[in-house]
Every structure is written in C-alpha cells, then in structure tokens.
T-cell receptor
Framework: DADVTQTPRNRITKTGKRIMLECSQT?????MYWYRQDPGLGLRLIYY???????NKGEISDGYSVSRQAQAKFSLSLESAIPNQTALYFC????????????????FGEGSRLTVL | DAKTTQPTSMDCAEGRAANLPCNHS???????VYWYRQIHSQGPQYIIH???NNETNEMASLIITEDRKSSTLILPHATLRDTAVYYC????????????FGTGTQLKVEL
C-alpha cells in the first residue's frame, strides 16, 4: 500500500459543486501539504499543516479550504468549484528535517485529477 | 526562500552522465538545495539535498559551488527511465518545510 493515499484519483464535476479531496498517510509525519499543478507548470502550494492544530495558507489558497482531521488525514475542499480549478492536485507529507538523519524530504501521493466543467 | 533558475530542457544519451545545472544566486546561509524529479504526472520524487558540501547517494550526486550560488545534479549513467522533469529548490528547512516548485528542467534521455 502507498504511504500517501489520495482519493479520488479522478473526478469530473460541474461548476458550483462542492468537492473534497482526501489524503491519508502512514508515514507518521506531522507535516502535510496540498499542491496544485497545471499543465506545463510546476507545483504551487495551496495549504500546509505542521500538526493537527496548525493550518497555514500557501501561495494560492483562495477558493480552497482544508481540514486536518488527524495526524494522518488532511482534506482539501473546493466549496464552489470553478473551471479554472481544473488541475492535478497532490498531497505530500514530510518529517522535521535535520533530526536523526531525517532529510525533510516531501513524500507525494499519486495525485488527484480534477476536471470542473 | 530563494528563487532558482534552470534550463527549460536538456537531452542526454543513454549511458552518459546527465549534468543538470541550477542557479540560486540569492541563496542565504541557512538554505538547503533540494532536487526532485517528476515522471509524467506522477508525484515528484526526492533525489538528493545538500547545504554546502557535495553529496552523493544511490541515485545521483549533487555538486554545490563554493559560493553556493549554483549547483549541478549529476546522474552518472542516465537511462531512459530517467526521462523526467527535474526541479531544483532552495529552501530554509528550519522555518517551515513549505517547498515551492518552479517549472524545472525537462530531461530527455535518448538511445
């Protein structure tokens, strides 16, 4: 089983609908992230969380919200989806770098492809 | 976090070394250089990272210049499976691990 699991993997929805993308991890990491990738572009950070009680906006948080239900779960919601939110979404986790040989590297899920019509 | 500049694309012959450059002239003393790669539309994969010393692991080597303003990722014997987009990221890990990815270098390994 994958260390970082995203559901759904693919979703087609209509403008105005509420959509939730879910992410769960078995890495035991405190830090979780949501990224968005558009065709031909790099990944842009939407939200990140350093622990259950810590939620932070990334560079493109408008139109999105998140919920950190537990250490292992971090959900991304689109309250009212619009076509320009059509993209590939990635969840990632990381540990605290620099301790006990930890690298602080990001571990990514396989992505959730969202299409908003 | 400091910004990085990478070539848009590079080609490499299979079996040869692939040398991917990255400029990070505004890097500060506590920022690390990280490299990731993304194959097709899969989630990016960590390759290597370093602060100021050269680093090597089973995947690649990272050469950082003495002034730390640039670095080179070396894949010693590139294979077709190394065809991917490679991202160079400069990041201060102590203040939060919120890595921002640019557009990277598309490496194409050919026969």
């Amino acid at each position: 089983d994958a260390d970082v699991t995203q559901t759904p993997r693919n979703r087609i929805t209509k403008t105005g609908k509420r959509i939730m993308l879910e992410c769960s991890q078995t890495k035991g990491h405190d830090r979780m992230y949501w990224y968005r990738q558009d065709p031909g572009l790099g990944l842009r950070l939407i939200y990140y969380s350093f622990d259950v009680k810590d939620i932070n906006k990334g560079e493109i948080s408008d139109g999105y919200s998140v919920s950190r239900q537990a250490q292992a779960k971090f959900s991304l919601s689109l309250e009212s989806a619009i076509p320009n939110q059509t993209a590939l979404y990635f969840c990632a986790t990381s540990d605290l770098p620099g301790t006990s040989g930890r690298t602080g590297e990001l571990f990514f899920g396989e992505g959730s492809r969202l299409t908003v019509l | 976090d400091a910004k990085t500049t990478q070539p848009t694309s590079m080609d490499c012959a299979e079996g040869r070394a692939a040398n991917l450059p990255c400029n990070h002239s505004t890097i500060s003393g506590n920022e690390y250089v990280y490299w990731y790669r993304q194959i097709h539309s899969q989630g990016p994969q960590y390759i290597i990272h370093g602060l100021k010393n050269n680093e090597t692991n089973e995947m690649a080597s990272l050469i950082i210049t003495e002034d730390r303003k640039s670095s080179t990722l070396i894949l010693p014997h590139a294979t077709l499976r190394d065809t991917a987009v490679y991202y160079c990221i400069v990041h201060f890990t102590g203040g939060g691990n919120k890595l921002t990815f640019g557009t990277g270098t598309q490496l194409k390994v050919e026969l």
